[in-house]
C-alpha cells in the first residue's frame, strides 16, 4: 500500500516557472536594477599605475575593488567626524 505524500516538507521548494531562464544579460540587468535602489554609481578615472596598485591591494585582501572603495571612504568619514 502506497503512503502518501508528506505535502509538508521543512524547507518549502522553490515553485517551478514556466518558459527559458534569463540570460546572462537579462541576469545582470535585473542586478543592477536591485542595487540602483539602494547604491548611487560612481565612475572614476585613474592613473594606470595607481589602478595596478588599487588591483594589487585588493588581491592581497581577498576583496573587491568595490569593499576595498567603500573601506577607504567610510575611514575617511569616520576621519574627519
Known sequence: MPQAANT???S???PYRKGN???VAERQQS???RKKQT???VRVFLPSQLKD???TICEAEGV???ELIERLVKKEVERNR
Open 31 to 33: 542586478s543592477l536594477a
Open 12 to 14: 518549502p521548494k522553490r
Open 21 to 23: 531562464p534569463l540570460s
Open 8 to 10: 509538508e516538507s521543512s
Open 39 to 41: 547604491h548611487q554609481e
Open 53 to 55: 596598485e588599487l588591483r
Open 64 to 66: 573587491t575593488q568595490t
